[in-house]
């Protein structure tokens, strides 16, 4: 069975400082893998996703993802975190032959800036 | 503008008491699906459709009930709620094979 693990429930970084979210992932053929945020009060947008190739990821709002298949990992990192990024952080896991409809998601990340 | 919408984004029922939280969207996707968020446990898939007139279960589909009649709509009933259904409930939906799921703002549905 698929299962995404994040095991950080909340981060506090100063802004301009550096960010990286862990996400692990358990799934038995290859993984289809997404990074999604929630910003207060609002639905989840995808920041970005991984199927296949260059296992570092770019996505949007200046983020990026590397995947490493040995660590079973998929980390979002960010170089200069902005106060706007506060938000939660959702890793999920998804499988092909579903469409990407059965995402199994992380318990998220919470992440604080502090000024 | 591009969208999915949710309603009624809060609502406070009784146990029993039937209630449908309705979703739409405008950009003509093909599957749609529905979540429950709760503190601690992330999101969890209800139910999800791949095509108009097809369903399928999600991770937690004990008492709700979907249907997809038309392309657009993708409305979530609860025939007979129950406080442990007091959630934040999110809609979405995305093109065929995307893995982009576009997500409602969300409802927030108590229980009493």
């Known amino acids: 069975a698929q299962s995404v693990t994040q095991p950080d429930i909340h981060i506090t970084v100063s802004e301009g400082a550096s960010l990286e979210l862990r996400c692990n992932y358990s799934y038995g053929a290859t993984p289809y893998l997404f990074w999604y945020v929630q910003s207060p009060g609002q639905g989840l947008q995808l920041l970005l996703k991984?199927?296949?190739?260059?296992?570092l990821v770019q996505g949007i709002k200046g983020f990026e993802a590397e995947f490493k298949r040995s660590q079973s990992s998929f980390n979002l990192r960010k170089p200069s975190v902005h106060w706007s990024d506060a938000a939660e952080y959702f890793c999920a896991v998804g499988a092909q032959d579903t469409g990407f409809q059965k995402l199994v998601f992380g318990t998220g990340t919470r992440l604080l800036v502090s000024p | 503008e591009a969208q999915v919408t949710q309603n009624p984004r809060y609502l406070i029922t009784v146990t029993g008491k039937k209630l449908t939280v309705t979703c739409s969207q405008n950009m003509n996707h093909e599957y749609m699906s529905w979540y429950r968020q709760d503190p601690g446990l992330g999101l969890r898939q209800i139910y999800y459709?791949?095509?108009?007139?097809?369903?399928d279960k999600g991770d937690v589909p004990e008492g709700y009930k979907v249907s997809r009649k038309e392309k657009r709509n993708f409305p979530l009933i609860l025939e007979s709620p129950s406080p442990n259904q007091t959630s934040l409930y999110f809609c979405a939906s995305s093109r065929k094979q995307s893995g982009e799921l576009f997500f409602g703002e969300g409802s927030r549905l108590t229980v009493l």
């Open positions: 991984y199927f296949s190739g260059d296992t």
């Open positions: 459709s791949m095509n108009v007139e097809v369903t």
